[in-house]
């Protein structure tokens, strides 16, 4: 949990409807964000990713850049709820765990416990409540984790493709082949091949590049280390090779994502997120995103 999320900072626990609609943000500080949305739909743009989420379901999201989301079609109304913290530093190894994770699921009795419990302390402050309020944060948290490790697609992932999986994850910077990989969970290359690509949606070797390329981007972004020194450290064996990987993932050479894409805005600049619900709030509601 501390691996992700700044826990010396606490939680934040909120509700809002939105009559008709509306939208929030965009935010450009670092959080870890549990959206919970019981009535209507919401569409999260959280960094370069896009989610819906839709009525009793609710999703995970830890943005570096921005977080922007709309809420309802402008014709009904959408009820929501969330949990927020701050990031912490993320070690690679953990984000591609967090990457691993589905987006969104549907939303659990214990969730959407643990989510009353929280927003039913209110926003006031003392030792007491603030111990309280931040093991809440922390157990709707793990909460989502644990279902979401046990969604329905995970339970019918054979258990030697997540195996697999597993191995590439905590290996890539070495030299792995399908043989070495079917060797490891005993299963024929040609079955792993097949059923790598049924449930993951790509083959084992693909996915192994796409998780060099994820690792490289983040040196990139994250130390001072050369390309070359990256791009071996990833299990490329020529900087030639990872500059025309990143690329094609990225849509940027390596030195033109460290130009682009290396620098955060100073943390003492204010936010400025706006929230705008659409309609008239209905009665004894606050259509405004509060703790």
């Known amino acids: 949990m501390h691996a992700f999320i700044d826990g010396s900072r606490g939680f934040a626990f909120g509700e809002a409807i939105y009559?008709?609609?509306?939208?929030?943000?965009p935010l450009k500080d670092r959080y870890?964000?549990?959206?919970?949305?019981?009535?209507?739909?919401?569409?999260?743009?959280?960094?370069?990713?896009?989610?819906?989420?839709?009525?009793?379901?609710?999703?995970?999201?830890?943005?570096?850049?921005?977080?922007?989301i709309e809420y309802g079609d402008g014709h009904a109304a959408t009820r929501v709820s969330?949990?927020?913290g701050h990031a912490g530093e993320l070690s690679e190894p953990v984000a591609m765990r967090l990457r691993s994770l589905p987006p969104r699921i549907s939303l659990s009795q214990r969730i959407e416990t643990i989510q009353r419990l929280g927003v039913e302390l209110g926003a006031g402050s003392s030792s007491n409540l603030n111990m309280l309020?931040?093991?809440?944060?922390?157990?709707?948290?793990?909460?989502?984790?644990?279902?979401?490790?046990?969604?329905?697609?995970?339970?019918?992932t054979p258990r030697s493709v997540l195996r697999a999986r597993f191995y590439i994850d905590e290996n890539y910077e070495k030299e792995i082949t399908v043989a070495r990989l079917a060797?490891?969970?005993?299963?024929?290359?040609?079955?792993?091949?097949?059923?790598f690509r049924k449930h993951i949606g790509t083959t084992p070797v693909r996915y192994l590049w796409q998780v060099r390329a994820h690792r490289g981007h983040f040196l990139l972004?994250?130390?001072?280390?050369?390309?070359?020194?990256?791009?071996y450290q990833c299990g490329y064996k020529n900087p030639f090779h990872f500059s025309r990987q990143i690329s094609e993932q990225f849509g940027m050479s390596p030195r033109?994502?460290?130009?682009?894409?290396?620098?955060?805005?100073?943390?003492?600049?204010?936010?400025?997120?706006?929230?705008?619900?659409?309609?008239?709030?209905l009665p004894g509601t606050d259509p405004i995103r509060r703790e």
């Open 133 to 156: 309020r931040n093991s809440l944060g922390e157990a709707i948290f793990l909460a989502y984790f644990h279902e979401a490790q046990m969604s329905e697609q995970e339970r019918l």
């Open 82 to 84: 969330w949990c927020e």
């Open 256 to 281: 033109e994502v460290r130009a682009n894409k290396g620098y955060r805005m100073p943390s003492d600049i204010s936010e400025g997120a706006a929230d705008t619900a659409y309609g008239m709030a």
């Open 221 to 231: 972004l994250q130390t001072g280390l050369a390309i070359s020194d990256i791009a």
């Open 19 to 25: 009559p008709a609609g509306g939208v929030y943000g």
């Open 183 to 195: 060797s490891l969970v005993g299963v024929t290359p040609q079955h792993l091949v097949s059923s």
């Open 32 to 68: 870890v964000t549990l959206l919970i949305i019981h009535e209507g739909q919401a569409r999260v743009f959280c960094d370069d990713d896009e989610t819906v989420l839709g009525p009793r379901s609710c999703g995970f999201f830890r943005n570096e850049r921005h977080l922007f």
